[in-house]
C-alpha cells in the first residue's frame, strides 16, 4: 500500500467520527477567475507559521524557547534547511503577530521589537535567505494588529516598501480593529497594488473575507484577483473540534469557494497542527489528508526542534504533499456525507 492509500483508509476508517468523503474535482467546468498577476503561489504556499504553536508569547524573559523572537526563528530556519522540511517543499518561514515595537520610528516605519530581535527583520531576512529559504511577515489593514501592535490603516505604502526593503517575501495581512467594510475592501486591494509597486515578489496572504462575512457574503472573484491566499474561517486550534469545525465550514461553503481556488490563489483553511498535543494519530493523518485534497496552503504550526518521528514523516509524506502541489490547483470538494 502507498502511503497515500494508507492515508485514504485511515480517512476511511474514521468514517463514521468524520463524515465526510472528498473526492478530486474534475467537473466543476468553469474557468477559474483571473488571478493576482505575480506570478506566485502557483501552487499552495508551503511553511512554517509561528502562531497556533508560540501566538503572542513575548516574555523572553522566562521563557526564553518559546517567546516570538529572532532566536526562535533562526533556530526553525535551520531545522527547516537541514531535516528534510525545505527538500519536500516547506519553504516559507512566517511570522505571525506580536513581532513588532509598540511604536513605529521617527520616520513612521515599522520597527521589530528591539529586544526580542536585536539583529532587525533585514538580517533575520539575510540569514533565512542564506538557508535558501523565504521569510514571511504579519501586518493588519486597520488601526492595530489582532494584539495591539501598530496597524498598517494610513500607512500601507511605507509598510509595503519596508517590507520589500527587508527582503521579505510573504505579507499575512490581518483584518482586525477596521471599522468599515469599506476599509476593509479598500486597504486589502491598496496593499496588493503597494506590493506591486515595491517590485518585489512577495505572496500575498489575507483575511479578507474572514472580516467580511459577518456582514456580507464576499465576492471571491475580486478576493482572488488581489490575494495569493484567503482565510474565509476562524482561527485552528489544536484540537479535534476546531479541525471538524472548518470542514463544516469549508462543505457547508464548497459551492461558493471551490471554483474560485486554482493556480495563483487558494482558500486558506489556516495552518497543520500536526505534531503539537491536541490530534490523535488518526486525527492528525485526516489534518494532513484533507488540507492536500483542499489545496490548502501547509503553513505547519508546531515546534520542530522537538517534533515526533511520527509526525515530522506525515508531514514529509511526499505522496501526500503531491496531491496538495498538483499543478492543476483544482480544490477537492465532499461529494457525499456518510452518516
Ligand atoms: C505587478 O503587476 C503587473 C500586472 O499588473 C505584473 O505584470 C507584475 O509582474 C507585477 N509585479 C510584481 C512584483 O508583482
Ligand atoms: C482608524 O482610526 C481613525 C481615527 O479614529 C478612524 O477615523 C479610521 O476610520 C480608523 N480606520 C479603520 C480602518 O478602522
Ligand atoms: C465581483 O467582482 C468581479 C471582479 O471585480 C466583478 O466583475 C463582478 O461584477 C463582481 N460581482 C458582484 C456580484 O458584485
Redesign the pocket.
Known sequence: MTATMKLVSSVRRLGCVLAFCFLALFLWGLPVARALDNGLAMTPTMGWLHWERFMCNVNCQEEPDSCVSEKLFLQIAEIMASDGWKDVGYEYLCIDDCWMAPERDSEGRLQADSKRFPGGIRRLANYVHSKGLKLGIYADVGNKTCAGFPGSFGYYDIDAETFADWGVDLLKFDGCYCDSIKHLADGYKHMSLALNRTGRSIVYSCEWPLYMWPIFKP?Y??IR?YCNHWRNFADVYDSWQSIRSILDWTTSNQERIVPVAGPGGWNDPDMLVIGNFGLSRDQQITQMALWAIMAAPLLMSNDLRHISLEAKALLQDKDVIAINQDPLGKQGYRLRKVQ
Do not use: A, F
Open positions: 465576492n472573484t475580486e484577483e
